[in-house]
């Protein structure tokens, strides 16, 4: 059975930071393109950054310079840190691990931007 299983979201004053963490189980994480995806209240789910088995990264323009995505394949991890947070920063933050169009998804961790 495939898991991935975020975790760190939580309630951060503007301009604060929090690092998020998605633990994959039940797949070869190695192989597989790993990706967060936001899901803000009103709006579509979009890409915040992706790192590829061959470690190719992407951001969204939104996140460039603020947020750094990493992974530990012998731990199955993949980490998100953000930093210099922001209120339109707010969302579920989804993990999601990909291959050759066979995806997963975790169930999301919730970021709440707010003084």
């Known amino acids: 059975q495939v898991q991935l299983v975020e975790s760190g979201g939580g309630l951060v004053q503007p301009g604060g930071s929090l690092r998020l963490s998605c633990v994959a189980s039940?797949?070869?994480?190695?192989?597989?393109?790993t990706n967060w995806y936001r899901q803000r209240p009103g709006n579509q789910r979009e890409l915040v950054a992706g790192?590829?088995?061959?470690?190719?990264?992407k951001y969204g323009d939104y996140v460039k310079g603020r947020f750094t995505i990493s992974r530990d394949n012998a731990k199955k991890t993949v980490t998100l840190q953000m930093n210099s947070l922001k209120p339109q920063d707010t969302a579920l933050y989804y993990c999601?691990?990909?291959?050759?169009?066979?995806?997963?998804w975790g169930k999301g961790t919730l970021v709440t931007v707010s003084s």
């Open positions: 999601n691990a990909v291959m050759h169009g066979m995806g997963y």
């Open positions: 039940g797949i070869i994480f190695s192989i597989y393109d």
């Open positions: 790192l590829t088995s061959g470690g190719s990264i």
